[in-house]
């Protein structure tokens, strides 16, 4: 579900010749205990007044004024799904992907907690 609406959302806000990326960056302080996966676009990007508040159910910002429809519940459902997994998810945008500037482009990280393996 969280990479479902992310990978969505990504290729909704990128217009036709733009790109959507996913990769494992590194983990933070470059900890074993963290495995992270990010989802990055050339998109539309996502105003830095409007990032404070994306995470909350309704909220569109910006984008509702828009012709992308939308219910303003996916950000709110997937950062309920990182918290109930113990994770952490961040936003970047600008994410300095696009030479457009009108283009800025958004990155998503979700940073989970890697499972320990057990002894054999």
């Known amino acids: 579900e969280i990479f479902s609406n992310l990978l969505d959302n990504a290729v909704k806000y ?3 010749g733009g790109a959507v990326y996913l990769t ?3 983990p933070p302080d470059h900890s ?3 495995v992270g996966v990010a989802i990055a676009d050339t998109g539309y990007g996502i105003p830095l007044e409007d990032q404070a508040q994306i995470f909350e ?9 828009g012709p992308i429809t939308g219910t303003g519940l996916g950000l709110a459902i997937v950062k309920e799904l990182v918290q109930q997994m113990q994770g952490k998810i961040e936003v970047i945008s600008p994410n300095g992907l696009s030479r457009n500037p009108q283009l800025p482009g958004t990155t998503f990280i979700v940073w989970l907690q890697r499972a320990e393996a057990e002894p054999i």
């Open 14 to 16: 990128t217009p036709t």
């Open 24 to 26: 494992q960056p590194n």
């Open 32 to 34: 074993p205990h963290w």
């Open 57 to 65: 159910r309704h909220y569109r910002g910006q984008q509702a004024h």
